[in-house]
């Protein structure tokens, strides 16, 4: 059980809960069988009572067991499926109720004809009694709590009583004492085992999950666990693209060796990916130098753009959605730049290597790619992206007009113009003259921000 050692509190948190959720539904069919043998019970015992008790008619030992114990059977696993208490709490509840609705089905005729003296029909309904106790501790397979809650129950409830009843016959007495005795054991031990492999399938199952999430995402990883790979295929989401790349990366690879290169992009990477995480971004790419990274894309969001009554709200929300992303992904952009040029000063790189990098916001396309026999990938694509990848590539011919070579940063323009985000960027006026965007020729202002290393820190430079 050391998998669990591996998951955070809270994951752990959610198993126990999904165990005790799966209890309490097994529990919920027990009830909802046992009300339908229950309510039969009295057309194949009545023979068995008009032995001891002259008079009795299939109905009138039909109609109390359907009434006391199948209805209430029936209304005890409807709660126990539906209710919206806790799981822990139903759990428990089936394990006091069940022993409780036995002992009723004890009264019928049963009990009361060995109190007068008629000990033999016990024997009867003994077999009986086992199979209930057994199926529901093997079938139901409760966590250990619940096991000691239902085994104490029916001990008080239900073997106290028949105790007290046979108490005069030895040969009866050892035989329910040796049979409720080895039932128990049994059951609580098949029940237990049972028990603990679900627990440990759930376990490794959240291991797995959690040992994904960093590599595929939390959409993702839930898409291919819920088999609901729909989820991911022709969904358009709102969300901020950042384009990076390392300006110099080609000329920085010939003129060092790999002792220092290898370590060096290792260790970008591991900044990269650390960086990006703490801010809730997610890295779908990475080719050498260069990253493509989203934010709030892969987020699990309800889509009400097609609702017209609330279109304004759902409007206002991506605004501010965009405008949170949007300094969120700044911010992953300021802390990496800072924590890479201590990078570069560990390996002593002279070399003039810079982040070059780029924002825009729109909806994104994700979609499902490749053959399902093969190899399949989740795809991302639209105009936001190549705008942010071509705005990034704008770096290269930004930092030679401007005549700084330095880590850049490009807003595309609807992050300011559009979506009024209140950031203090520098901008660069698009003349004839000048290199235009790629693709984009009608972008005429590009917003940017330019940093420095200087004594030992990165910082701003005003242009």
Not at 49 to 70: D, H, Y
Not at 214 to 237: F, H, R, W
Not at 272 to 283: C, L
Not at 293 to 318: C, P, R, Y
Request: glycine content about 6%.
């Amino acid at each position: 059980m050391k998998i669990k050692y591996k998951l955070s509190e809270q994951e752990f948190y959610n198993i126990n809960q999904s165990l005790y959720q799966e209890i309490a539904n097994r529990a919920s069919i027990y009830s909802f069988l046992f009300a339908l043998l229950f309510s039969l019970y009295g057309l194949n015992t009545s023979q068995i009572i008009l032995k001891f008790e002259p008079g009795v008619s299939i109905w009138s030992n039909t109609w109390p067991r359907f009434l006391f114990n199948g209805v209430p059977l029936v209304l005890l696993g409807y709660y126990l499926k539906n209710s919206r208490h806790s799981a822990h709490f139903k759990a428990l509840l089936w394990a006091i109720v069940q022993p409780l609705i036995l002992v009723i089905a004890s009264f019928i005729y049963v009990w009361p004809l060995m109190y007068n003296g008629n000990l033999e029909i016990y024997k009867y309904f003994h077999a009986a009694n086992v199979f209930v106790i057994i199926f529901g501790l093997t079938f139901v397979a409760p966590s250990r709590t619940v096991t000691l809650v239902h085994v104490a129950s029916y001990v008080l409830l239900f073997l106290s009583p028949l105790l007290y009843l046979v108490r005069k016959d030895s040969e009866l007495l050892l035989i329910v004492l040796s049979d409720f005795t080895g039932t128990v054991i049994g059951g609580c031990v098949a029940g237990h085992l049972t028990f603990q492999l679900r627990k440990k399938i759930a376990l490794m199952d959240a291991h797995i999950k959690s040992s994904l999430k960093p590599l595929l995402g939390n959409m993702i990883t839930s898409a291919v666990y819920n088999n609901n790979l729909e989820l991911l295929d022709n969904k358009s989401t709102f969300g901020v693209i950042l384009s990076m790349d390392l300006r110099g990366y080609t000329q920085f690879m010939h003129n060092n060796s790999k002792e220092i290169t290898g370590p060096f992009m290792k260790e970008y990477h591991f900044l990269v990916s650390t960086t990006v995480g703490k801010f809730n971004g997610f890295i779908h790419k990475t080719t050498g130098d260069g990253h493509l990274i989203s934010f709030g894309l892969m987020d699990q969001t309800e889509n009400l753009s097609d609702i017209l009554s609330i279109k304004n709200e759902v409007q206002d929300a991506e605004n501010n959605k965009g405008k949170i992303l949007t300094e969120m992904a700044i911010k992953v952009f300021e802390d990496l730049v800072e924590q890479y040029e201590n990078l570069k000063i560990k390996y002593d790189v002279c070399d003039e290597l810079n982040i070059g990098g780029a924002l825009a916001a729109g909806h994104i396309e994700t979609q499902i790619q490749g053959d399902e026999t093969f190899r399949r990938e989740v795809d991302i694509g639209g105009d936001t992206i190549l705008r942010s990848a071509r705005l990034e590539a704008y770096t290269k011919p930004l930092m030679e007009k401007i005549g700084i070579q330095c880590s850049m940063l490009i807003l595309s323009p609807e992050l300011i113009d559009n979506l009024k985000t209140n950031i203090d960027f520098d901008y660069w006026q698009v003349v004839d003259k000048d290199i235009a965007v790629r693709d984009f020729p009608a972008i005429k202002k590009v917003y940017y921000r330019i940093w420095k290393y200087k004594l030992g820190r990165p910082v701003r430079i005003a242009s």
